[in-house]
């Protein structure tokens, strides 16, 4: 039931508070993007211009990166949400001992420190006689990856009745028909949610990205070179602006399908 009632004034302004910590930073790489200044981080900025997004547009270092990061962070949630899909089913239905134990195994990589599961990657493809590359950075990703995909699935097949399932199978559905009428569209917000974090943590992800990548430059260590040079700092804050408006598209997407999906077992959806 809702309240009609106003919220108290006290409560608006820390809301306009939070609000306003979260995102002027934000607004400040926007603004920072066109200054002029291009050694300090002067505020207001002495003046504006468009000439560091004429840069960009230039710089193929910049879009190599983004495209080896986009490509990064979608083969790893792409194999995360298989695989943590699969976990999360196994865990759901199966009858076995360990189940516990086995459920703080798959959360363990996540909870680690980032530079303890690098040093374990790097020592793991030294032991394979593996050379960094591109699959090597994908494997890294997919170790945390998977970990927010089989936390969002096991929680919504706990909510969905496992009864619907049995009348399917009863009906003479197999398998793959019942996970495609009936858990699928169970999961399907879930797994969304789920794929859009793992994407998020695997775009921005540079410390595994560190131990794994070899001669791999992805955005955060494009970034990271970039922001101690003396001069083109603004060249950061564009490629930064660029990012954000790219990562917010997919988001709106998301919240534009999944803003009216309150009741969703066997809707279709």
């Not at 193929?60 to 792409?78: C, E, F, G, P, Y």
């Not at 699969?86 to 996540?110: E, Q, S, W, Y």
């Not at 990657?121 to 998977?146: D, E, M, R, Y």
């Not at 794994?212 to 003396?230: K, S, Y």
Request: net charge positive; with cysteine; glycine share 6%.
């Amino acid at each position: 039931m809702h309240s009609d009632r106003n919220a108290p004034l006290a409560l608006k302004i820390m809301t306009a508070f939070g609000i306003a910590f979260l995102h002027i930073p934000i607004l400040l790489i926007a603004l920072y993007a066109f200054t002029t200044d291009d050694k300090t981080f002067q505020f207001p900025p002495p003046g504006l211009t468009l000439h560091w997004f004429d840069v960009v547009l230039q710089r193929d270092d910049i879009w190599r990166a983004i495209a080896i990061s986009l490509k990064v962070a979608t083969l790893s949630t792409l194999m995360a949400i298989v695989l943590g899909t699969l976990a999360a089913g196994a865990i759901h239905l199966g009858r076995f001992r360990g189940k516990d134990a086995f459920t703080v195994l798959m959360v363990l990589p996540i909870a680690l420190p980032g530079i303890v599961t690098g040093i374990a990657l790097l020592a793991s493809i030294k032991l394979l006689l593996l050379t960094p590359s591109l699959w090597t950075v994908v494997a890294g990703h997919v170790t945390f990856c998977i970990v927010t995909i089989y936390n969002n699935v096991l929680a919504r097949l706990k909510r969905t009745p496992v009864s619907q399932i049995e009348a399917s199978m009863d009906l003479g559905a197999n398998g793959f028909k019942t996970f495609r009428y009936i858990v699928l569209p169970n999961i399907a917000t879930a797994l969304l949610a789920g794929g859009m974090l793992s994407f998020a943590l695997s775009f921005d992800e540079i410390i595994v990205t560190t131990f794994t990548a070899g001669e791999q430059m992805t955005l955060p260590i494009w970034f990271m070179n970039e922001l101690f040079r003396p001069r083109d700092r603004p060249v950061t804050n564009v490629v930064a602006l660029i990012v954000i408006v790219i990562t917010a598209l997919p988001i709106l997407f998301a919240y534009r399908l999944t803003r009216n999906t309150g009741t969703i077992a066997g809707s279709g959806k």
